[in-house]
């Protein structure tokens, strides 16, 4: 649903030239943000982990007796999410080390399907 409302948001941005000067610039920023936030949302979804989609599409994807294991880490999810997010990334900048690589593996996921979404509507990524 995420990416259906950021094409859908791309596919707005050539109609804001329709509109009067200062509702085209609200329009055009409010399309960028909900184009930029719907992807930011569906990669960070697709995140491996449950109780996440990424979660349940591993679960699928895994033998039996593995899914049963790993959807044993639902209950834990958000804790992990929040070690990885927030706890890991502080731990590294006491330490001098940048411990922050699952923001930097979603900021890269999110810039590849934006640019591919702002490509295939046809908006001009320059």
Same mark, same amino acid.
């Given at each position: 649903?995420? /990416? +259906? *409302? !950021?094409?859908?948001?791309?596919? !707005?941005?050539? &109609?804001?030239?329709? =509109?009067?000067?200062?509702? !085209?610039?609200?329009?055009? =920023?409010? &399309?960028? @943000? +909900?184009?930029? /936030?719907?992807?930011?949302? !569906?990669?960070?979804? =697709?995140?491996?982990?449950?109780?996440?989609?990424?979660?349940?599409?591993? %679960?699928? &994807? *895994?033998? @039996? %007796?593995?899914a049963k294991k790993f959807s044993r880490l639902e209950p834990y999810g958000p804790m992990i999410l929040i070690g990885l997010l927030i706890i890991l990334p502080l731990l590294g900048s006491q330490l001098g /080390?940048? *411990?922050?690589?699952? #923001?930097?593996?979603? #900021? %890269?996921?999110? @810039?590849?399907? =934006?640019?591919?979404?702002?490509?295939?509507?046809?908006?001009?990524?320059?």
């Open positions: 649903m995420n /990416i +259906g *409302l !950021a094409v859908a948001a791309a596919l !707005a941005f050539p &109609l804001v030239i329709y =509109l009067p000067n200062i509702v !085209a610039q609200w329009a055009a =920023l409010n &399309l960028k @943000n +909900g184009l930029i /936030i719907n992807v930011v949302l !569906a990669v960070f979804n =697709l995140f491996p982990l449950p109780p996440l989609d990424g979660g349940r599409i591993v %679960v699928g &994807l *895994l033998p @039996n %007796v593995l /080390i940048n *411990l922050d690589f699952v #923001s930097y593996l979603i #900021s %890269v996921a999110t @810039n590849a399907v =934006l640019r591919t979404i702002l490509t295939l509507t046809g908006n001009n990524l320059a």
